[in-house]
């Protein structure tokens, strides 16, 4: 029965590994641009969250849809106003860029909210459901559906919408769209901001289970990237992959040779995709 | 070019303005007969929170006996004046720092970086300078066991935080008999799950679990359920606030329950207490100082009463014991330079070691490896969202009241 705990933590820790990294991934895959404002952006996500729910007795999931519009257009404003400018400049100059910015959203955290942990608690709580002595929380098991909800949101946008259409065909061909008429930079910019608004929305529903504070936002920025690489850059389905195996290998690393050693054994598992399989488990040749 | 120079000069006039006013102060503080004591400080990186509760000890001190006209040194009052260099939470940067608080900002004495890693780090610069340091947060006994003579710390060894839990526990809980310990592999949260892991075998307690867990791991599950498999009686985890608020918030989720659940070092603050809400009732702690604690003492604060009443004035919240551990550093630090009547470093060291005295922090005396041997650190319980103390000495006056009663529910009820 242990083994079959084992696996079902594993696999919504896996969702909510993809639900951190799928805005992430987004960006990486189709601006070429590795946002390390990324895990801030998921810490103000569950600030938000945490305000809402203390100002207005807001649950997290009306937060959601608080959250997606407003990070949405703070993303896209960041992409429109600066990113754009240094698009084309070599990664690293966008890499040190979104440092910068990252550097700047994480302190005034700090300043504004201190870096004290807090713990956003709903009354009643959520529990947990239990079936055959296997128990999962409630609040991970909604984190879980609405990953999985944004994940195939994202999907269809990306493959039903005319906007997603052209985010597709600029991560195929910068250059192709461009002589198709596609208006790159707008394009970016929609790119920044579905990115920002599916960090944001991941932190509201992070707020429910990690404590809060501007330092753990390295912590989702480093499993997003562990995910991006492991499943496959720009891919909506590979950040799902992604995630899931990294919680898999964590899990069973975990309980077989000790907790200490399970990330040691996820970034082994990182080292060995970057060098066999660098375009992740379900991603293209080509976009690695 | 000349109107380019002009307007840049022009432009600069401003900078300057601002820098001649920042150094304004300075020049007056040299004027002034100082004691610059050093701080280095993890004020930015993952360790920043703690740098922020050090400083707030500290300053208190520093604000207090200024308050009071300034240290008496021979008849003569010097203000106090703390000098702070940021280390960016990394250990070798202390040891810079350190060097360059003595040699650079020539400060009179030191505090300890935060910390037993980088306390004992930067203690090899201060011993070469033979500059008195007190060490606020440095618990580990292999801080104090290098032979230095200028290092003193406030923390006693790890062992004697978890040998009165065990035995209490062993009294309290009689069917406690298997312990599972989670630690944080991190310097001072395995050092402690290292002391229980002893504790406990010597109390003839089973160990049946004893895992360390990696710094930055957000989830706990299959540590958690190994746990659960093996139905300890005593779950003992350490780590701090944030790993402490997840693993209890995992444990219940997991519907994981044990008689008793100690949990150290996030109990000791109220962030913990808040964040865990309903889930960190009857959790058991220990910590070196409590403020519910009541002494009266000798050193500027008075009683510890007062230091919490200030405290409160000050900052708007309770000092939890490593900003009191902080305050006490400075406080020691004066009483033993006005015995000594002089600002010589080797003298003031002496009075340090010679030091016997009853402060708002309990008794301080330092043994012969320079950490204090003179406190009986407090065992705590959360009950009805506030901590419970359970004071080891009765000579410790004013938890007579309903102590018994305290004691008697301490540790009872703790099914979690």
New interface residues.
């Given amino acids: 029965m242990q083994a079959v705990q084992i696996l079902i933590n594993a696999l919504v820790l896996g969702c909510l590994y993809a639900c951190i990294a799928i805005g992430f991934s987004l960006v990486w895959g189709v601006l070429n641009v590795i946002n390390l404002i990324h895990g801030s952006f998921i810490v103000l996500g569950a600030y938000l969250a945490f305000g809402l729910y203390h100002a207005l007795l807001l649950s997290p999931w009306y937060a959601v849809v608080i959250a997606a519009p407003l990070f949405f257009v703070f993303g896209y404003l960041l992409q429109r106003l600066l990113l754009n400018r240094v698009i084309t400049a070599p990664v690293l100059v966008t890499l040190t860029l979104t440092f910068g910015l990252d550097l700047i959203l994480n302190n005034a955290m700090i300043y504004f909210f201190t870096a004290d942990y807090r713990k956003l608690i709903l009354s009643p709580p959520l529990g947990s459901v239990s079936l055959f002595h296997v128990v999962v929380p409630v609040d991970r098991l909604i984190a879980t559906v609405s990953a999985l909800a944004l994940t195939g949101l994202l999907y269809l946008l990306l493959r039903r919408s005319r906007i997603g259409r052209a985010i597709v065909a600029v991560r195929l061909d910068r250059d192709a769209a461009v002589l198709m008429g596609v208006d790159v930079k707008q394009v970016y910019a929609i790119a920044f901001g579905l990115g920002a608004a599916l960090a944001g929305c991941a932190g509201v529903l992070m707020a429910l289970i990690f404590p809060i504070s501007p330092l753990t936002s390295s912590a989702y920025l480093g499993k997003a990237f562990v995910v991006c690489v492991l499943g496959g850059l720009g891919s909506v389905s590979g950040a799902l992959a992604g995630g899931v195996l990294l919680a898999l290998v964590e899990g069973i690393g975990a309980t077989f040779v000790g907790p200490s050693l399970a990330t040691t054994l996820s970034f082994v598992l990182l080292i060995v995709f970057l060098i066999a399989r660098p375009q992740g488990l379900v991603g293209r040749k080509g976009f690695e | 070019m000349n109107r380019t120079f002009f307007a840049r000069c022009t432009r600069l006039l401003p900078v300057l303005a601002m820098s001649l006013a920042a150094a304004a102060p300075l020049s007056r503080a040299a004027a002034e007969d100082v004691i610059r004591f050093g701080a280095p400080l993890p004020i930015t990186g ?1 360790l ?2 703690e740098a ?1 509760k050090q400083q707030q000890g500290y300053n208190l001190w520093a604000e207090e006996a200024n308050k009071a006209g300034g240290i008496s040194v021979g008849g003569k009052k010097y203000k106090v004046e703390i000098v702070y260099v940021d280390y960016q939470s990394s250990t070798p940067r202390a040891v810079q720092a350190t060097e360059q608080m003595i040699t650079q900002d020539n400060v009179n004495f030191l505090f300890g970086a935060f910390g037993s890693g980088a306390a004992k780090a930067a203690s090899t610069v201060s011993e070469k300078y033979k500059v008195p340091t007190l060490a606020a947060t440095a618990s580990s006994v292999q801080v104090y066991d290098q032979g230095y003579k200028y290092l003193f710390g406030t923390f006693t060894p790890n062992d004697t935080l978890t040998m009165p839990l065990t035995k209490i526990i062993q009294v309290k809980v009689p069917e406690v008999k298997k312990v599972a310990i ?1 630690a944080r ?1 991190d310097l001072f949260p395995l050092a402690i799950a290292q002391e229980m892991e002893k504790s406990a075998k010597a109390a003839g307690l089973e160990v049946v679990y004893f ?4 710094i ?8 958690l ?2 746990i ?2 093996l139905s300890p009686q005593w779950i003992f985890i350490t780590g701090y ?2 790993d402490l ?2 693993a209890r ?2 444990m ?4 994981i329950k044990a008689p008793v659940v100690t949990m150290i070092a996030g109990p000791a603050y109220q ?1 913990f207490i ?5 889930s960190a009732e009857n959790i058991t702690s220990a910590s070196w100082w409590h403020p519910a604690e009541h002494y009266e003492g000798e050193d500027i604060f008075g009683s510890t009463a007062n230091f919490v009443k200030l405290f409160k004035a000050k900052y708007g919240s309770e000092p939890d014991y490593g900003q009191a551990s902080a305050a006490l550093c400075g406080a020691l630090f004066q009483m033993a330079i006005e015995k000594a009547g002089t600002l010589d470093r080797d003298k003031v060291r002496d009075e340090l070691a010679k030091l016997d005295v009853v402060t708002f922090f309990g008794p301080v005396r330092f043994g012969p490896t320079g950490q204090i041997n003179s406190l009986d650190p407090p065992v705590f319980q959360i009950q009805g969202g506030k901590p419970i103390v359970h004071v080891p000495r009765c000579h410790q006056a004013g938890r007579a009241e309903g102590g018994g009663e305290l004691v008697k529910r301490l540790f009872r009820g703790a099914r979690t």
Avoid at chain 2, 274 to 278: E, I, R
């Fill in positions: 993952p920043a929170p922020v989670l592999n895992e360390k867990y990696a930055g791991t957000i989830d706990h599950s299959a540590a359920s190994a659960k498999s606030i944030n608020l997840l918030k995992q219940v989720d997991q519907e962030e808040d964040g865990g809400g309903q």
